[in-house]
């Protein structure tokens, strides 16, 4: 079956690193993609992994293990308004309009 | 503000009525996407869209009925929803191709009361 997990919650302190960890099992893998979503907001697009390895963007990094099911978001000098929720989601497909499956989501919340 | 609109924001309905959720984008993107959205939970996949024809249904309701006019615009329309399928609706697009490595961009939902 399809399952992706993730912490339901972290919680870390204002400049300080936070490592969000997720694992998958799915049917096809076609890239892994992490989102932020603020709360009444719409998921923004933050990273995209398909190959083994790290991807830096800013602040925020993204790894990827093919082999392993595994992927973790980094986050760097952390800032209160990185207070949010982060989902993990795999692209199950190489097909047009291949579908995104979701993790739960990891609430992070950080505090000063 | 993301490029993804939806309208309305905010809409209340009674379980007899019929309405119509709107999503518009002009980023040249070929797949677009429904999902529903409970409270602190993961958005669910309802319909997918590409190059305006339907290609995933998650096997939703038939009180929930999509509509792809043309390749910028995406409709839901509802009719005798229930109590339960009060939750915030959200549009995506991307761009589609093999392969793509194109994220989905979110617009910011439409979030549904049901009476």
């Known amino acids: 079956g399809q399952n992706i997990d993730q912490p339901t919650e972290m919680t870390a302190t204002e400049g300080a690193i936070v490592q969000i960890n997720c694992t998958y099992q799915t049917s096809g893998f076609n890239g892994l993609f992490w989102y932020q979503q603020h709360a009444g907001e719409a998921p923004t697009f933050l990273s995209y992994?398909?190959?083994?390895g790290l991807e830096e963007k800013g602040r925020f990094s993204s790894f990827l293990s093919r082999s392993k099911g595994y992927s973790y978001l980094l986050l760097k000098e952390l800032q209160m308004k990185d207070s949010a929720s982060y989902l993990c989601?795999?692209?199950?497909?190489?097909?047009?309009?291949?579908?995104?499956?979701f993790g739960q989501g990891t609430e992070l919340s950080v505090k000063p | 503000d993301t490029e993804v609109t939806q309208t309305p924001k905010h809409l209340v309905m009674g379980m007899t009525n019929k309405k119509s959720l709107k999503c518009e984008q002009h980023?040249?993107?070929?797949?677009m996407y429904w999902y529903k959205q409970k409270a602190k939970k993961p958005p669910e996949l309802m319909f997918v869209?590409?190059?305006?024809?339907?290609?995933i249904n998650e096997s939703v309701p038939s009180r929930f009925s999509p509509e792809c006019p043309n390749s910028s615009l995406l409709n839901l329309h509802l009719h005798a929803l229930q109590p339960e399928d009060s939750a915030l609706y959200l549009c995506?697009?991307?761009?589609?191709?093999?392969?793509?490595?194109?994220?989905?961009?979110f617009g910011d939902g439409t979030r549904l009361s049901i009476l």
């Open positions: 989601a795999v692209r199950d497909t190489h097909n047009q309009g291949g579908k995104l499956i």
């Open positions: 980023m040249g993107h070929r797949a």
């Open positions: 995506a697009s991307s761009q589609e191709g093999s392969g793509s490595n194109q994220p989905q961009h």
């Open positions: 869209y590409s190059y305006e024809k339907l290609s």
């Open positions: 992994n398909v190959l083994d």
